[in-house]
């Protein structure tokens, strides 16, 4: 086997690894909340709430007292902006990759 071969052959093992990657990160960023939490002060007490974009409208939604969800809201929103992250950094290595194997790389 020579050379060529050999790196074709990596570069096609690493493109169906970052596939299925995409596919994992993709399927949690589905479930987990969008947007960014604002905690609201009601009688003296905070409450949380999501916000994110509809299209051109702002939705807030209500989410519960700061106490009980505060924390965990805000854990799970962090962990869908790295993945988010994690999965732009996954599509630009596709391409590179797509583009190295001599292939166009559809978007």
Do not use: W
């Not at 709430?49 to 965990?72: A, M, N, S, W």
């Amino acid at each position: 086997m020579d050379e060529t071969n050999i790196i074709r052959d990596t570069l096609l093992e690493e493109l169906e690894r970052n596939e299925r990657s995409q596919v994992i990160y993709a399927r949690e960023i589905a479930v987990l909340p969008r947007g960014s939490v604002t905690v609201r002060m009601r009688a003296g007490h905070p409450y949380c709430y999501l916000k994110f974009r509809e299209g051109d409208k702002v939705i807030t939604q209500y989410v519960g007292p700061e106490e009980k969800v505060g924390d965990e809201l805000r854990g799970n929103v962090e962990r869908r902006r790295s993945l988010q992250d994690v999965l732009k950094r996954l599509r630009r290595e596709h391409a590179f990759i797509e583009k190295a194997l001599g292939r166009k790389h559809e978007a």
